[in-house]
């Protein structure tokens, strides 16, 4: 990575470099160094991100799903990127432009990164990092956090290596959900979780107090269990609902507002979050409330409720 860093660039749904690449020496033997330069393009239907390096053949443009989508082009057509003139290709979902390394030039300058694959004899290795730091010279890290010293050259992320449970990309993944999180989108989803878990609960609290009559006449004629069982299955199937309701809800919503995160996964890592609270909101909201009222006598039920 380039001294400036990086950043992930929400408008094209890519990450884009901020700053030259560094010079590179001391690749080990058997290492394969390609040099990525990245940009913004401005496309006739919008900014689009550009990867130009020489892993893309000279004349060809390689597209994801989604950006062919953007400029509404398919495999075999033509496309003018920065006064060239290149045929497409379309595979996979990403959201970036693949070009030959004399394109990305002419986008993006010298901004860009270098890419190292090491040998086949290599693979599996943790310590892949520190081998090519030991090479190069450069600074090497298996933590995204990590950002490089303006100061003191570029910055190696090992993406393979690394001794720790999560990989580099899970890491990546956490650390900008967090900034998601973090965020004001992300304090007003917190907000409305916090206000929905409230209004449940109450809800559920005001029905109990409601329903003291019934409960009475129930626990009167022995029925007591059969009181809390019933309940606490309504409340069940209720909670189910309205978790399934406000998911979907979210997801068309989320989808709408933010395209650029609304992937199925993160769907579902959401969906989990929110799921950890529904046993909480159960046990506060409809067991503890019903079972303290069936501790009461059945007089007093009645009486209260009358």
């Known amino acids: 990575m380039p001294a400036e860093g990086v950043h992930y660039a929400s408008g094209v749904n890519a990450l884009v470099a901020d700053?030259?690449?560094?010079?590179?020496?001391g690749v080990p033997d058997g290492?394969?160094?390609?040099?990525v330069?990245?940009?913004?393009?401005?496309?006739?239907?919008?900014?689009?991100?550009?990867?130009?390096?020489?892993?893309?053949?000279?004349?060809?443009?390689?597209?994801?799903a989604g950006v062919a989508d953007q400029l509404d082009v398919a495999?075999?057509?033509?496309?003018?990127?920065?006064?060239?003139?290149?045929?497409?290709?379309?595979g996979g979902e990403g959201s970036v432009v693949a070009v030959p390394a004399a394109t990305g030039q002419e986008v993006a300058g010298q901004q860009g990164w270098w890419t190292l694959v090491p040998p086949a004899a290599d693979a599996g290795r943790n310590d892949l990092g520190a081998l090519l730091s030991e090479a190069t010279g450069l600074r090497a890290t298996t933590n995204p956090a990590v950002t490089p010293d303006p100061q003191g050259g570029g910055l190696v992320y090992d993406t393979v290596g690394g001794s720790g449970a999560a990989t580099?990309?899970?890491?990546?993944?956490?650390?900008?959900?967090?900034?998601?999180?973090?965020?004001?989108?992300?304090?007003i989803s917190v907000v409305g979780l916090v206000l929905g878990f409230v209004i449940a609960v109450s809800s559920f609290l005001a029905a109990v107090q409601e329903?003291?009559?019934?409960?009475?006449?129930?626990?009167?004629?022995?029925?007591?269990?059969?009181?809390?069982?019933?309940?606490?299955?309504?409340?069940?199937?209720?909670?189910?609902?309205?978790?399934?309701?406000?998911?979907?809800?979210?997801?068309?919503?989320?989808a709408l507002v933010v395209p650029g995160i609304a992937?199925?996964?993160?769907?579902?890592?959401?969906?989990?979050t929110v799921a950890a609270?529904?046993?909480?909101?159960?046990?506060?909201?409809?067991?503890?409330?019903?079972?303290?009222?069936?501790?009461?006598?059945?007089?007093q039920l009645l009486a209260d409720a009358s």
């Open 19 to 25: 700053g030259a690449a560094p010079d590179l020496t």
């Open 31 to 35: 290492w394969t160094a390609t040099r």
């Open 37 to 64: 330069y990245t940009g913004t393009w401005d496309s006739s239907a919008g900014a689009v991100a550009v990867y130009g390096s020489d892993r893309v053949d000279d004349g060809e443009a390689l597209l994801g």
């Open 75 to 90: 495999t075999g057509d033509r496309i003018d990127v920065a006064g060239t003139e290149l045929t497409v290709t379309v």
């Open 168 to 187: 580099f990309t899970q890491e990546y993944s956490a650390l900008f959900a967090g900034q998601i999180t973090g965020s004001a989108l992300g304090l």
């Open 211 to 254: 329903r003291r009559r019934e409960f009475g006449i129930m626990s009167s004629i022995g029925l007591a269990d059969e009181v809390l069982y019933f309940f606490l299955v309504e409340s069940a199937l209720v909670f189910a609902a309205a978790y399934l309701l406000g998911i979907t809800l979210a997801g068309v919503a989320v």
């Open 263 to 272: 992937t199925q996964v993160a769907w579902l890592q959401a969906a989990g």
């Open 277 to 299: 609270y529904l046993p909480a909101m159960a046990i506060v909201g409809a067991l503890v409330p019903v079972h303290r009222l069936l501790q009461q006598r059945p007089v």
